[in-house]
Nanobody, 134 residues
Framework: QVQLVEAGGGSVQSGGSLKLSCTAS????????MGWFRKAPGHEREAVAS???????TYADSVIGRFTISQDNANNMLYLQMNSLKTEDTGTYYC????????????????????????????WGQGTQVTVSS
């Protein structure tokens, strides 16, 4: 069982920066695919960035060049540095780890895609709100 707690959200003006953090307990993060997701009003929850156990990262097209995901395995932490924030980045940001031990997902999907489509496969934090104003 993994417990995840996000922090670092807040209100900023367009063009500003925020750094989100995710503190994990209960298991070591380096064995999981880790991801940041966001839920904007009126939209489905979407994957923003991910990193796997080999350190490979993926980003949503909308955040490439602006957001950076990083992981501190020694302290069991996950981060999301968000620069040049836009109003459309507003939403609740969630940290996730998965899949859970023993869970499987279709080979046609990446782990982050599986977490996005089948959230019960992973562990989730409670979310932190990011509001970007113009």
């Amino acid at each position: 069982q993994v417990q995840l707690v996000e922090a670092g959200g807040g209100s900023v003006q367009s063009g500003g920066s925020l750094k989100l953090s995710c503190t994990a307990s209960g298991d070591t993060l380096r064995t999981y695919c880790m991801g940041w997701f966001r839920k904007a009003p009126g939209h489905e929850r979407e994957a923003v960035a991910s990193t796997d156990s080999d350190g490979r990262t993926t980003y949503a097209d909308s955040v490439i060049g602006r957001f950076t995901i990083s992981q501190d395995n020694a302290n069991n932490m996950l981060y999301l540095q968000m620069n040049s924030l836009k109003t459309e980045d507003t939403g609740t940001y969630y940290c996730a780890a998965g899949p859970k031990p023993g869970e499987a997902f279709p080979a046609s999907m990446s782990a982050i895609q599986a977490l996005e489509r089948m959230p019960d496969l992973g562990y989730w934090g409670q979310g932190t709100q990011v509001t970007v104003s113009s």
